[in-house]
């Protein structure tokens, strides 16, 4: 799990990025395995991220908004695809079941979007 500064950082001087990530926005709404397929426009829209491994990290969008204003190279394309989880402060090294379910159909819309072969 890399906060918004160190993700930036990785980011700098690709065109196109995919981000897959984990995704909790509202309690009351969540559905664990759902998929959002997200823009840098619509993460802008959504609340900045509460959850940072440090007191001196920022959130992805603040982070790249920075990089872009002191003149480096963000990526032009941002597709990210964000799973619904049932705790996103819990740490496994397996996914719970409805997120298990959603990881191949992640990967298919993956392929689908960016014309890869599956064979």
Not at 57 to 62: A, F, K, N, R, V
Not at 82 to 103: D, R
């Amino acid at each position: 799990s890399a906060g918004g500064l160190r993700l930036m950082e990785a980011l700098l001087g690709y065109d196109r990025v995919i981000l897959i990530d984990a995704f909790y926005l509202n309690p009351e709404t969540n559905t664990p395995g759902k998929i959002h397929h997200l823009n840098l426009d619509d993460l802008r829209s959504i609340s900045p991220t509460q959850h940072s491994t440090s007191a001196h990290d920022t959130s992805l969008i603040t982070a790249l908004d920075a990089a872009e204003k002191m003149g480096y190279h963000i990526p032009g394309e941002f597709s990210i695809y964000a799973v619904e989880v049932e705790n996103i402060l819990e740490f496994s090294e397996t996914p719970t079941p409805a997120v298990a379910k959603a990881i191949p159909v992640v990967v298919s819309q993956i392929l689908e979007e960016f014309s890869f072969s599956t064979r």
